[in-house]
């Protein structure tokens, strides 16, 4: 698992991509092995991620905790909803998108 900030290069550091090993916990050899999850706040990206993009938002009932933690940033996937990874700190939830395929600036 990591997540980068957008490049800059590409005009993107408004956006954070994470990157999870897939299944969950598989350490990744290629991209065919990787599920992309994308924060694009200001629609800089494209391909509908912005629009697919809950800042403020309720976990799915079957919402279960990964168990991965960054700080108080806690991961969370839900079977009822594969496209998408809910961040949790404390009452704050966020639903970021999948991009699929993954999403890379040239």
Same mark, same amino acid.
């Given at each position: 698992?990591?997540?980068?900030?957008?490049?800059?290069?590409?005009?993107?550091?408004?956006?954070?991509?994470?990157?999870?090993?897939?299944?969950?916990?598989?350490?990744?050899?290629?991209?065919?092995?990787?599920?992309q999850?994308?924060? %694009? !706040? &200001?629609?800089?990206?494209?391909?509908?991620?912005? =629009?697919?993009?809950?800042?403020?938002?309720?976990? *799915?009932?079957? #919402?279960?905790?990964?168990?991965?933690?960054n700080?108080?940033?806690?991961?969370?996937?839900?079977?009822? %909803? !594969? &496209?998408?990874?809910?961040?949790?700190?404390?009452? =704050?939830?966020?639903?970021?998108?999948r991009?699929? *395929?993954?999403v #890379?600036?040239r």
């Amino acid at each position: 698992m990591n997540s980068i900030a957008g490049p800059d290069h590409c005009d993107w550091q408004s956006a954070v991509m994470m990157h999870l090993g897939w299944p969950l916990g598989t350490v990744s050899q290629s991209t065919a092995e990787i599920r992309q999850f994308i924060r %694009d !706040p &200001d629609g800089i990206i494209g391909y509908g991620i912005h =629009d697919k993009l809950a800042i403020a938002t309720d976990l *799915p009932d079957d #919402a279960r905790d990964t168990g991965y933690r960054n700080g108080e940033l806690q991961l969370w996937l839900s079977p009822s %909803d !594969p &496209d998408a990874a809910y961040l949790r700190a404390g009452d =704050d939830v966020e639903r970021w998108p999948r991009a699929d *395929p993954i999403v #890379a600036c040239r």
